[in-house]
């Protein structure tokens, strides 16, 4: 395994020389920013949402005025969840009157309760049936030496990602003991994010639209210290009271084309709603595509390899709705698709520091899932690079889940060639995702490498870069079976 993407010349032959003058008329970090900022301070882009259905007609204007053809929304029904308020009471066993009050946040997509008591049970004792599972929650910390058993190649100039230790916003080794909760009988869950280096109980996790059976709701890590000392001292019961509504409605993907010089198709997408406002989370996706839209709509048609699709999915955060919708209702495009592309997230690293999450100057480290074609991944490894995209991991896309770790993971079973570029910062579900966590400095290098992998395609039929299916069917959700290096 190399450091540096060294691999050689890639075996596909490339149009970039003649495309690459173009992409002076790409967009500059500074627009790609603007529009971040602007898609941001629409304010909280769940689907159904106002801010959401803002940026469904705004990403239609963006992709006419850029020179796309058959601009369309594709509507499809969406799981959609509003959370109102979220409470938990706890109190000695027997004695009502020395409560203690606590206000949360919803577990995402759990049941809304007027009141659900019980008595509290700590998962780790194992015996939750017919009470209130409380449970501690972490961040997880993942040696990067670790994700280099699951890795094919690497991108890190710097040789820094074997001595690197990444945080993640999953505590992985209890990733959905929520639902290990309700099987096992709790009536309702308790997270406390005692482990969670900053003060908050906004954590929107789950987001795979799973309409739990029971009430749950996070509580913050002061909170959560102040539960567990409590229950330290005796037995508890508790009630939580959630108020919350569980719909299903019509959002929209957004769709537009570009022709291009052969009758196949590459697809660029990306999805346009997230957990809270969310700069990284994925309104920097969003400005990749558009980036992607517009350097492609500047070079003539006869020098795009293939005919280009650009996607904006609905529904990211509701069980990847939107991509589940667009591949039931496009059966017929993907044996004539080359390559799908999936590009999000452009997020700096973070430290926290006396509770503050802060950016710091270097990325995020980025994870390449490709399709195990040496072709592709060569061209992946020669475009990152290229355009110098360090802390890169080139993965397989079953390499961390039975399918890449993306928005577009459902792709994978359609049997077309994959690059899904993404990473998970520590803030990622948090309303601390803010501009300012955005990697400005990679904008522009990463839409080049993205471009550069596209134009790697020229020539190619859509058997080109196919490969055997490991796993035919998908899962349940798109984060099912999700097992990262363990901690």
């Not at 029904?77 to 009502?96: D, L, M, N, Q």
């Not at 996070?218 to 102040?226: A, E, F, I, K, P």
């Not at 579900?429 to 790697?456: C, H, M, N, Q, W």
Request: with cysteine; charged share 20%.
């Amino acid at each position: 395994m190399s450091e540096t993407g060294d691999v050689g010349e890639s075996p596909l032959t490339s149009n970039w020389p003649a495309v690459e003058k173009y992409f002076e008329q790409a967009p500059t970090s500074q627009e790609m920013m603007g529009w971040i900022e602007n898609i941001y301070q629409q304010g909280i882009r769940r689907a159904g949402y106002p801010a959401d259905s803002w940026i469904e007609e705004w990403a239609v204007d963006q992709f006419r005025e850029t020179g796309l053809e058959d601009v369309r929304l594709e509507p499809l029904e969406t799981p959609v969840w509003r959370p109102k308020s979220a409470h938990f009471e706890i109190w000695p066993i027997g004695k009502p009157e020395q409560v203690t009050r606590f206000s949360g946040f919803g577990l995402p997509y759990s049941t809304p309760t007027d009141g659900t008591e019980g008595r509290l049970a700590r998962m780790e004792d194992g015996e939750v049936k017919g009470g209130i599972a409380v449970q501690e929650i972490t961040f997880s910390h993942v040696p990067q030496s670790q994700m280099a058993a699951r890795a094919t190649d690497l991108y890190d100039p710097e040789g820094v990602l074997p001595d690197l230790v990444q945080a993640v916003p999953f505590d992985l080794a209890h990733v959905l003991d929520f639902d290990v909760a309700a099987k096992n009988g709790a009536t309702a869950y308790v997270g406390l994010l005692t482990g969670v280096p900053w003060e908050t109980s906004d954590f929107y996790w789950p987001y795979d639209a799973e309409q739990r059976p029971i009430p749950g709701i996070w509580l913050s890590g002061n909170d959560g210290r102040v539960v567990r000392e409590l229950m330290a001292s005796g037995e508890c019961e508790g009630r939580i009271v959630s108020d919350a509504t569980r719909t299903r409605e019509t959002t929209h993907n957004v769709v537009g084309t570009l022709p291009g010089a052969s009758d196949h198709w590459v697809i660029i997408g990306s999805h346009h709603d997230g957990p809270w406002a969310s700069a990284v989370e994925d309104a920097s996706g969003v400005s990749l595509v558009l980036a992607q839209a517009k350097f492609w709509a500047s070079v003539p048609q006869e020098l795009r390899p293939h005919n280009l699709l650009f996607l904006l999915t609905s529904g990211h955060m509701a069980g990847a709705a939107g991509t589940q919708a667009f591949i039931a209702d496009h059966q017929d495009l993907f044996p004539k698709v080359v390559l799908e592309m999936h590009l999000e997230h452009v997020a700096r690293r973070a430290d926290v520091i006396d509770g503050e999450v802060v950016p710091t100057d270097d990325p995020e480290v980025r994870w390449w899932f490709a399709t195990q074609a040496p072709a592709l991944e060569s061209l992946v490894l020669d475009s990152l690079a290229a355009e110098d995209i360090k802390r890169s991991w080139l993965l397989a896309p079953n390499a961390l889940a039975p399918n890449p770790a993306t928005d577009g993971a459902y792709f994978y079973y359609t049997g077309v060639p994959l690059v899904q570029y993404i990473c998970t910062p520590i803030y990622i579900f948090d309303p601390r995702d803010t501009p300012d966590k955005v990697d400005e400095p990679s904008l522009v290098p990463i839409s080049k490498a993205a471009a550069r992998i596209v134009a790697g395609t020229v020539g190619c039929d859509p058997d080109t870069l196919r490969v055997p299916l490991e796993n035919t069917q998908p899962p349940g959700s798109a984060s099912e079976g999700y097992t990262p290096p363990e901690d």
